[in-house]
């Protein structure tokens, strides 16, 4: 498959290598399991703020499930993620969002010395704060991102061989939700 218009929007190697070997944009749409290149892919190409509400939507149900690595009595990641699907469902103001984002924020930072790196909420947040580069959506992108952030900071300790078998089992199921939410490939 061709991909110089993929290669205008400057992915990382290891993705246009991949694509080179799929038959059509549909084939790898279907047959990608990486969730976190797919919302990149998503976010570079969204346009307007209905196409961020989606990508919103995509994303908060992506990392949802790192909320596990959360302590039971920290709400804040939840908060941030609830109030960003409230702003993409129009009932929330870019200022919750941001209010929301920075309480996160503050959540990963209190336990960021004391839990070790939970793959799947990472990868969930590495993919949505590239992938939320528009201005109007970046306080939504925020708050996603840190509360994935705050969840990987609170998590328990991964033995390597686990840790990445935990991140490829979560990047492919990423992708299943993002073809839920975008069953057709983005033109580009």
């Known amino acids: 498959m061709k991909t110089t218009k993929l290669e ?12 080179k070997g799929q038959k059509s944009a549909k084939a790898a749409w ?18 307007n703020e209905n196409d961020r509400k989606l990508l919103t939507l995509a994303t908060c149900e992506c990392v949802r499930p790192s909320l596990k690595f959360v302590p039971e009595d920290e709400k804040r990641p939840l908060i941030a993620i609830e109030t960003a699907e409230k702003w993409a469902k129009g009932k929330a103001t870019l200022q919750e969002v941001k209010k929301a984002a920075a309480a996160a924020y503050d959540a990963r930072a209190a336990y960021a010395y004391t839990a070790a790196y939970a793959t ?3 990868t969930a947040s590495a993919a949505y704060a590239t992938s939320a580069a528009a201005a109007s959506a970046a306080y939504a992108a925020a708050a996603t991102a840190t509360a994935a952030t705050a969840a990987a900071a609170a998590a328990a300790t ?13 990047l492919k199921q990423c992708a299943e939700i993002v073809r839920k939410h975008y069953p057709e490939p983005p033109k580009l």
């Open 120 to 122: 799947s909420a990472a």
């Open 8 to 19: 205008k929007l400057s992915p990382c190697i290891e993705a246009v290598q991949w694509v």
């Open 158 to 170: 991964y033995a390597a061989s686990a840790a990445y078998a935990a991140r490829k089992e979560t």
């Open 30 to 47: 279907q047959n990608c399991e990486r969730g976190d290149r797919m919302l990149w892919l998503l976010g570079k190409l969204s346009k």
